[in-house]
């Protein structure tokens, strides 16, 4: 592509700066001890990332490495074998679909979470109950909005009643919908629960130090029936570390053991390290540039679809694709392409091309551009290489870059004008999990069309399948032709890892504990 070389200067400067920063960290590395509890010997993995949760309760954060935590620390309900995606009992043993809006589980007997309390019927509905109540905002209130009640039928016996038939209800109670000890739970509440975390799953928290590590510990009870496997590794320290340098540094002096979001160009240099290990993949995780055209927006030229679709063509995704993502595929629409129901055809796409950006910014009354705010908070390479291409038809764009939470409450607050998104639907592979959470009129959906709002609800309650897909394509077109957002691509995960670590990448971007191991 010739005309990348003109639009990649300032990038590719970035990137040398970045390798000089990467030599310094390598040498710095040399230097360092590695502390007494991490690695092989001491049966302790050390494990750094960028991002910090707000709350360790996975329902009050949706950071990625909250849902690693709930995955490693709670069970769900229901669980699906990421290689065979067939759905298999966990806390609850079987269960049937009684009506359209009904499901009743048989729960197992005999678990207990690891503060000693027993697992039952009353887990279930206390939890299920408190999370899908608005009024308890729950952060991640789009996995549980669906939810009516859930009733105790006996001890272990419950049964969930839907709002409306909700297809998608079993892949969202195998995958995000974690049980809390009821008892403990209602005595202290989110803030309790994060301070002093409690699950049932095969990894217990033994210390939270919020904002700087989480320490867990192998649950030597773990229940023996349960689909996932019993854990080998002692324990698994997690630092909070918002510096990407540091985070390698760490791992190439051996001060940690693994690390993931590697940038590409960096992952590939650690490949020369003998005693490092790196892996990568395509994940479910789809990449999005936002823009809010709510009342009282900050940036009222995005109001005009002009403006919007010039935006839309000012970006060469391929260029960035190729240079800069190093995998991964192009996206059409806003929804992961493995996810039921997403689907791109019909949908308008705007190939780059810079001179009809600015003709049609020109038209829109920015004959010279104009400044607006972009937002990160994570794959900053990305978000420059974006920010560079605006620049190019005169859109001046300053970046905010700061962490998913303090991002996610600014759009909330109608404070945000354009966002660099990532997505990864909280392992859900259903696009109700993906394109209502941004277009479907909840908290985090910045455009708010109601022809979009309606079509999405029906879409995510409609049982006939195909009246499912075409109620999406309907919205999905209707996203593209209006260009309230820019499908990019899905994104790539890069890890890198000590070499005595065993461990297996997984298209949804789950580092799974219980699986793992020393080679």
Same mark, same amino acid.
């Given at each position: *592509?010739?005309?990348?070389?003109?639009?990649?200067? +300032? @990038?590719?400067?970035?990137?040398?700066?970045?390798?000089?920063?990467?030599?310094?960290?390598?040498?710095?590395?040399?230097?360092?001890? !590695?502390?007494?509890?991490?690695?092989?010997?001491?049966?302790?993995?050390?494990? +750094?990332?960028?991002?910090? @949760?707000?709350?360790?309760? @996975?329902?009050?954060?949706?950071?990625?490495?909250?849902?690693?935590?709930?995955?490693?620390?709670?069970?769900?309900?229901?669980?699906?074998?990421p290689n065979t995606n067939e759905y298999k009992g966990q806390l609850a043993k079987s269960w049937k679909q009684v009506d359209d809006r009904t499901l009743e589980f048989d729960l197992r007997e005999g678990i207990k979470f690891h503060n000693g309390e027993e697992f039952d019927a009353d887990s279930v509905v206390y939890t299920l109950n408190y999370v899908s109540n608005p009024a308890n905002k729950a952060v991640t209130q789009a996995n549980v909005r669906w939810i009516e009640k859930a009733e105790?039928?006996?001890? #272990?016996?419950?049964? %969930?009643?839907?709002?409306?038939?909700? @297809?998608?209800? %079993?892949? #969202? !109670?195998?995958?995000?919908?974690?049980?809390h000890p009821a008892k403990y739970y209602q005595e202290v509440g989110p803030t309790g629960m994060n301070l002093k975390p409690v699950g049932s799953g095969p990894y217990k928290v033994v210390e939270h130090i919020p904002g700087k590590s989480l320490t867990l510990e192998r649950n030597k009870d773990y229940f023996k029936d349960s689909p996932k496997a019993q854990p080998t590794i002692g324990k698994v320290r997690i630092r909070f570390i918002p510096d990407r340098q540091t985070q390698m540094a760490e791992v190439m002096s051996g001060g940690e053991d693994f690390i993931m979001h590697v940038p590409k160009d960096q992952a590939e240099k650690l490949k020369a390290l003998p005693h490092l290990q790196v892996e990568s993949g395509d994940t *479910?995780?789809?990449?999005?540039?936002?823009?809010?055209?709510r009342e009282g927006t900050p940036a009222p030229q995005l109001n005009d679809i002009r403006v919007r679709r010039a935006i839309a063509h000012a970006i060469d995704r391929e260029a960035i694709l190729k240079n800069i993502v190093g995998g991964g595929q !192009?996206?059409?629409?806003?929804c992961t392409p493995s996810q039921v129901g997403c689907t791109s055809e019909g949908v308008?796409? #705007?190939?780059?091309?810079? +001179?009809?950006?600015?003709?049609?910014?020109?038209?829109?009354?920015?004959?010279?551009?104009f400044e607006v705010d972009i937002m990160a908070y994570r794959e900053r390479q990305q978000t420059e290489a974006i920010i560079n291409y605006l620049n190019a038809v005169g859109i001046k764009a300053k970046l905010s870059f700061m962490q998913y939470a303090a991002m996610r409450d600014l759009a909330r607050a109608n404070k945000?004008?354009?966002?660099?998104?990532?997505?990864?639907?909280?392992?859900?592979?259903d696009l109700s999990a993906s394109t209502p959470v941004y277009f479907g009129g909840g908290s985090d959906d910045v455009s708010r069309n109601p022809e979009v709002i309606k079509l999405l609800n029906e879409g995510d309650n409609s049982v006939d399948l195909k009246k499912r897909q075409e109620l999406y394509q309907k919205a999905l077109a209707i996203i593209g032709e209006q260009a309230y957002a820019v499908p990019l691509w899905s994104l790539p995960v890069y890890y890198v890892a000590s070499k005595d670590v065993k461990f297996k990448p997984y298209h949804d971007e789950l580092v799974r504990f219980w699986e793992m191991g020393w080679k």
């Open positions: *592509m010739n005309h990348s070389s003109t639009f990649f200067k +300032a @990038p590719l400067a970035k990137f040398s700066l970045r390798a000089g920063v990467f030599a310094c960290a390598l040498a710095a590395s040399l230097t360092f001890t !590695l502390p007494a509890n991490a690695g092989k010997k001491n049966d302790t993995l050390g494990m +750094a990332y960028d991002q910090t @949760p707000e709350n360790i309760d @996975p329902y009050f954060n949706n950071v990625r490495i909250g849902v690693i935590i709930a995955a490693n620390v709670w069970d769900t309900l229901v669980y699906r074998d105790k039928l006996d001890k #272990y016996k419950v049964r %969930i009643v839907m709002k409306q038939p909700f @297809p998608a209800a %079993i892949d #969202y !109670l195998s995958t995000t919908v974690a049980i *479910m995780r789809i990449v999005f540039l936002q823009m809010n055209t !192009l996206i059409n629409s806003i308008p796409t #705007y190939k780059y091309d810079p +001179a009809l950006a600015k003709k049609l910014l020109a038209e829109a009354g920015y004959p010279n551009g945000t004008s354009l966002t660099h998104q990532t997505w990864g639907s909280n392992l859900v592979n």
